[in-house]
Each structure stands twice: as structure tokens, then as C-alpha cells.
């Protein structure tokens, strides 16, 4: 016999640590699937208690022993259930995630903010002493597949006296980019452009191209857990092999930028493919905390002066 489902949180359960306790116990014997912000039963458990509560996401343990009202206790407690059952990531439960101590608004229309490329921004990459390229100097970025415009909206930041044309296919996944760049108060400095990759910026040239491109191969995401699997297909698949985007961006980044711009962009596991397939590019293959070979940067003159 199915074992019935709780309906309210234990009596036991009256501070935020008792909180955060029982949901990593939860998720982990649901066998949970992490990486949409957080990274473990541990970090989803917190964000999703103290998001829940609009609690700061710092200094947890002074909040620890705090006790909730019966109100509290049922919201948080129904979230749990909800993020165990249905296997829905904590982030569109709340429609909040992090990336880089930013808030962004989230929903089922956009993948949840996650990208290397928004930690190499904030890296000896761009804030060294002889970065990739001066952030200063930076005046046009042009962001592809911008999802939930997070990465337009750092780029705000790092690079100060931008402007930002961010791009995207899906209609939807724009008008949860207009939600933050309100919200940033950033319409006088992100364009939001629908249309497929290169196609709505006509001639125009930049200093700077980003992009974190789909590019899950057809395999990969057959095995999808269920948790990523309710992000937008469109997001993720990215062909056979998972690079048919990215081919289709280095074939065209050459003639949108300016001679001392350049290339990021995020390819996942594609490495090997992409070094085996253009022996005549130079890589450079930035690292992160969590990550290694993942994202590369290339210069103008190496996608401008080929054959």
C-alpha cells in the first residue's frame, strides 16, 4: 500500500535549521537532481527556505533559531513537498534565482540562470591586470540566446559604458528579459531583439559577442533528469552532437566585430569536437571554480582572417 502523502508540516519542525534539516533529508531520499542554481540537497534546502521567507541569502546562521508562524510553517512546508513530488526546480517555484549575488525573475518560459561565463566576468578575465579585454573600452555587446537576460544585465555592469543588444528566438523567453532589465532599471542600456542569432542585428559591429548557446547533443538530452527536462527544449538542444549553434555562431561572429573585439562563448563538453573539427582556430579555453574547458575566447583576427 502507497504510503499517504502529509499534508502538514510535523509538529517537530518550528525553526528555519529544523526547516532546512527536513528538506535536505526530503530531497535526498527523493533522489533530487541539482545544478539550476544550486548545487546540492544542502544549498537548495537554504535557498528555497529562505527565498520563501525574504530572508537575506547570507549570515544563515543567525537566523537558524528563529521559529516560524503556523502561516510559515505551511508555505514552506507545502514547498518542500511541492519541489519533492513534482521534481520542479526550486527557482521557478519561488521565480527567483541568483547569479552572482544578482536577483533575477524566473519562470517556465526561460532555463534557470546558470552560466560560467557570468563567474569569468567577474574573473581575472575581465577585472585582471591584463584582462582579454580592456572592460573600459568595451562600447557594444551583443549577447546571443539570452534567455532570461541575466548575462545582459551583468554585462551592464562589468563593462560600464556599454550598450547591450541581446537576442533571442523565442518571443517568450523575451518577455521574461523585459521583467529584469525593468527591474534592473536597464532600458536605456539592453535592446532586446527577437530573431534568430545574427539575423535582427543586420551589419551592425561589436566590440564585445557573448553567448551561452544551447548545446546539449540529442543523447544528452534523452537522459535529461526530470528537473531539466522542464526547462524549454529550446534552451537545451542544441542538434546530434550539441554544437550546431555553436558552428553557426563562429561562422558568423567574424563579420559582426569590430578588429580588437572578440568571442566568449559557453560550449558545455564540446570541446574535443570543436578542436578536432578546426584545427586552424586557437582556442583559448577559460577555467572556472567549477568548471574546465567549457567556455572559450577568441579574438576578431581569428575568426576575421581564416584561409
Known amino acids: ?119 569569468l566576468f567577474y574573473s581575472d578575465a575581465f577585472q585582471g591586470d591584463e584582462p582579454l579585454i580592456d572592460p573600459g573600452t568595451v562600447g557594444s555587446v551583443l549577447e546571443l540566446c539570452t534567455g532570461s537576460g541575466c548575462l545582459a544585465v551583468l554585462a551592464c555592469d562589468v563593462f560600464p559604458v556599454a550598450g547591450i543588444d541581446a537576442v533571442d528566438l523565442s518571443a517568450d523567453a523575451l518577455k521574461v528579459a523585459a521583467i529584469n532589465v525593468e527591474q534592473h532599471g536597464l532600458q536605456d542600456r539592453i535592446s532586446l531583439m527577437k530573431g534568430d542569432l545574427f539575423a535582427p ?58 578588429p580588437e573585439g572578440g568571442l566568449l562563448c559557453e560550449v558545455g563538453t564540446g570541446r574535443a569536437i570543436l578542436e578536432t573539427e578546426y584545427p586552424d582556430i586557437d582556442f583559448l579555453w577559460l577555467d572556472t571554480e567549477r568548471s574546465a574547458g567549457e567556455v572559450f575566447w577568441l579574438p576578431a583576427e581569428s575568426l576575421q582572417n581564416r584561409g
Open 1 to 119: 500500500m502507497a504510503k499517504a502523502r502529509r499534508k502538514s508540516a510535523p509538529r517537530e519542525l518550528t525553526t528555519i535549521l529544523d526547516f532546512v534539516r527536513f528538506a535536505v533529508t526530503r530531497f535526498t531520499e527523493a533522489n533530487l537532481a541539482f545544478g539550476q542554481g544550486t548545487h546540492d540537497a544542502v544549498e537548495e534546502a537554504l535557498f528555497l527556505v529562505f527565498e520563501s521567507l525574504g530572508l537575506p541569502n547570507e549570515r544563515f546562521e543567525s537566523f537558524f533559531p528563529a521559529k516560524l508562524t503556523d502561516a510559515e510553517r505551511r508555505k514552506v512546508f507545502a514547498l518542500i513537498e511541492e519541489r519533492m513530488r513534482r521534481r520542479v526546480p526550486a527557482a521557478y517555484l519561488l521565480n527567483r534565482a541568483w547569479l552572482q549575488g544578482v536577483p533575477f525573475y524566473v519562470d517556465k518560459r526561460v532555463i534557470v540562470p546558470r552560466s560560467f561565463i557570468a563567474e
Open 201 to 258: 542585428v543586420g551589419d551592425k559591429v561589436y566590440d564585445l559577442i557573448v553567448s551561452n548557446p544551447p548545446y546539449v547533443s540529442a543523447k544528452s538530452y534523452k537522459a535529461l533528469p526530470a528537473e531539466f527536462a522542464q526547462e524549454p527544449r529550446i534552451a537545451h538542444a542544441g542538434g546530434a552532437d550539441g554544437l550546431d549553434i555553436v558552428r553557426r555562431i563562429l561562422a558568423e561572429a567574424g563579420e559582426h566585430l569590430a
